[in-house]
C-alpha cells in the first residue's frame, strides 16, 4: 500500500482537456497530462484493498465490472507513488499488449468498480495506465522483443483489429510464425478505421505495429480471406488460424423513407471521414461532409458520439443525437445499479462536451424513437418524425417494450442522419467461405476460453466470436486465444 490512508487525504483528479470549442478545429487527441507529483499522489489513493475488484473482469448486469485483461493494478499504482516506472511499466505489460490503445479508449470498467468509489470518487486507474506506457515510449523502454527460439510452427490471424493484434503478439512469443491478414489498405481493424483520431491518433497505432514487425510478425494489408485466399490456400499452408475479423455488420432501421439521400449508416461515414484524413487531410473530398448541414445521430451509444464530435469538426449547422434510453441519473442508483457495477450515471462525452460549448446544450435528446424520415421533391432528405416513448412491461410477456407517449410528435429538419444503432455480427463472406457455426446471435460459434470452431484447426476471438464489444474484451480474448492455439500446436502453452 502507498499510504494507508491516502484515498482520504487526496481528492480525485483528472487531467485536462483541450477547450471544446479549440479542438474541434482539427482532429488531434485532447487529453492533456497530470505531472510525475499529480500521479504520485493519485496511485496513493490506491487502498490496495484485500479484494480488488479492479481487475476482476467480470460481467454484470450485461457490461464490464473490472479490468477484462486482469491488470494488476494496485501493484503499478504503489510503483507509481514510488517513481518506480519502469517496475510498473513492466507489471502493466504482464497481462496488456497494448495499455496505449486501452489507456486512451477504454471507458475504464476497472475504475467502475473500485473500492474508493463506494465512499467517493475512484482511483484514476486509467490515467496512470496511459502515463505508464507512455513514459515506457519515451525512455526507450519498450523495445522490439523477438523469440530467442522458433517452433517451425505457422499460424494465420486474420484480421489486425486488437483481437488479432493481441493473438499475433502472444503466438510470435511462443516462437510460432505469425502472419496477420487484413482486407483493409491499413493495419489496426477498429482502432484505425472506426475510432476517430482525435481519440487515437494513428501514429499510436503504427509504433505498436512497426514494434510488432521488428519481432518477426508479418503483416499482409489489402487482402480479403475468402475472396483473395481461399479457406483451402489458408488451411494447407498454416498449421492454425485464428478469425479475428470483427463484428462489422451495422444494424439497419426499418422507419418509411430510409432510402432517401442524406440517410447513411455511421461506420461508413466514420470511415470515409477517417481515411480521408489519413489519405490527403480530407483534401481529396473523398467523404460524406456536414459542413453547414443539419444532423441528426440516431444511436445514443460510443458509435453515436463519435458522429456527433465527426460533424462538428466538419462545421455542421447543427446536431443532434437520439437514443431511446431515458436520461441517466446524476447518482449511481445502489438498488437498481450498485457497485461494482459499470456506474450508470449522467455524463457528458467529448463530443457532447464539445457540442454545448459550441450550441450552449447537450446534443442528446432522450427516449427519442423516430417515425420516419420525410424528404423533398427531388429524393432528398428534409425532415424526422419522431415522438417521445417510455419503458414499461408487456404485462402478457413480462419483456420490457417501449410505448409511445401521445402528444409528444415532433418534427426535426435535418440534411444528414447517421444510423449508430449497433451491430448484427460478423459479415457473412469470412464465415460461409470457411463453413464455420455460428451462434443465435450469428457470431462465431466457439466457447469463451477455448475458442476452438467446429472447422479443425480455426479458431475464432474479439468480436467476431463475442459480438460488438470495448478493445478490452477484444484483447483479452486475442490473448486467451493465443493460449489455446499454442496448446492445440505444442500439447501445452507457457502462454498466460
Known amino acids: 500500500m502507498s499510504t494507508p490512508t491516502g484515498f482520504m487525504q487526496y481528492q480525485r483528479e483528472l487531467p485536462a482537456d483541450r477547450d471544446p470549442i479549440e479542438r474541434i478545429k482539427d482532429w488531434n487527441e485532447f487529453h492533456k497530462h497530470l505531472s510525475d507529483e499529480q500521479l504520485r499522489t493519485q496511485g496513493a489513493r490506491c487502498m490496495d484493498c484485500g ?14 465490472s473490472g479490468c477484462p485483461v486482469n491488470n494488476l493494478i494496485p501493484e503499478w499504482n504503489n510503483l507509481i507513488y514510488r517513481g518506480l516506472w519502469r517496475e510498473a511499466l513492466d507489471r502493466l505489460h504482464k497481462t496488456n499488449n497494448f495499455p496505449e490503445f486501452t489507456g486512451r479508449v477504454c471507458p475504464a470498467p476497472c475504475e467502475g468498480s473500485c473500492t474508493v468509489g463506494l465512499i467517493g470518487d475512484p482511483v484514476t486507474i486509467k490515467t496512470i495506465e496511459h502515463a505508464i506506457i507512455e513514459r515506457g515510449f519515451e525512455e526507450g523502454w519498450v523495445v522490439a522483443q523477438p523469440p530467442k527460439v522458433r517452433t517451425g510452427k505457422k499460424v494465420a490471424v486474420v484480421g489486425s483489429g486488437p483481437a488479432g493484434l493481441a493473438a499475433a503478439a502472444q503466438l510470435n512469443k511462443a516462437g510460432h510464425k505469425v502472419t496477420v491478414y487484413e482486407r483493409a ?10 475510432i476517430p483520431t482525435m481519440k487515437l491518433e494513428k501514429n499510436v ?5 512497426n514494434l510488432m514487425r521488428e519481432e518477426g510478425i508479418e503483416f499482409v494489408t489489402n487482402t ?11 488451411l494447407k499452408e498454416f498449421d492454425a488460424v485464428i478469425m479475428c475479423g470483427g463484428a ?20 461508413d461515414y466514420l470511415n470515409g471521414t477517417i481515411k480521408s484524413y489519413l489519405d490527403s487531410n480530407l483534401e481529396d473530398g473523398n467523404y460524406i461532409s456536414a459542413k453547414d448541414k443539419d444532423v441528426i445521430v440516431i444511436g445514443g451509444g460510443d458509435t453515436g458520439t463519435d458522429c456527433v464530435a465527426t460533424a462538428l469538426r466538419h462545421g455542421c449547422k447543427s446536431v443532434t443525437q437520439f437514443g431511446t434510453v431515458g436520461k441517466a441519473p446524476l447518482e449511481r442508483d445502489i438498488i437498481n445499479n450498485p457497485w461494482p457495477q459499470f456506474p450508470n450515471v449522467y455524463t457528458l462525452d467529448y463530443a457532447q462536451e464539445e457540442a454545448k460549448a459550441l450550441y450552449g446544450e447537450d446534443p442528446r435528446a432522450f427516449s427519442v424513437l423516430t417515425k420516419k424520415f420525410v424528404g423533398d421533391a427531388n429524393g432528398n432528405l428534409k425532415e424526422l418524425h419522431t415522438v417521445q416513448i417510455e419503458r414499461t412491461v408487456d404485462p402478457e410477456t413480462g419483456r420490457r417494450i417501449y410505448k409511445d407517449i401521445p402528444g409528444t410528435e415532433k418534427v426535426w429538419p435535418a440534411d444528414l442522419v447517421f444510423i449508430a444503432v449497433g451491430f448484427e455480427g ?20 466457439a466457447a469463451y476460453g477455448k475458442y476452438k470452431t467446429n472447422v479443425d484447426k480455426v479458431f475464432a476471438a474479439g468480436d467476431m466470436r463475442r459480438g460488438q464489444s470495448l478493445v478490452v474484451w477484444a484483447i483479452n480474448e486475442g490473448r486467451e486465444a493465443a493460449r489455446e492455439v499454442d496448446k492445440y500446436l505444442m500439447g501445452s502453452s507457457m502462454l498466460p
Open 51 to 64: 479484494t480488488p475488484y479492479c481487475h476482476t473482469g467480470m460481467e454484470l448486469a450485461g457490461s464490464a
Open 426 to 445: 460478423p459479415e457473412k463472406t469470412l464465415i460461409d467461405s470457411f463453413g464455420l457455426e455460428q451462434d443465435r446471435r450469428t457470431n462465431v460459434k
Open 224 to 234: 480479403e480471406i475468402g475472396k483473395d485466399i481461399s479457406r483451402d490456400e489458408l
Open 185 to 194: 489498405d491499413r493495419l489496426g481493424g477498429l482502432l484505425t478505421y472506426g
Open 248 to 267: 462489422t455488420k451495422a444494424r439497419e432501421v426499418e422507419i418509411e423513407g430510409r432510402e432517401l439521400n442524406g440517410i447513411h449508416l455511421a461506420m
Open 205 to 209: 497505432v503504427d509504433r505498436r505495429v
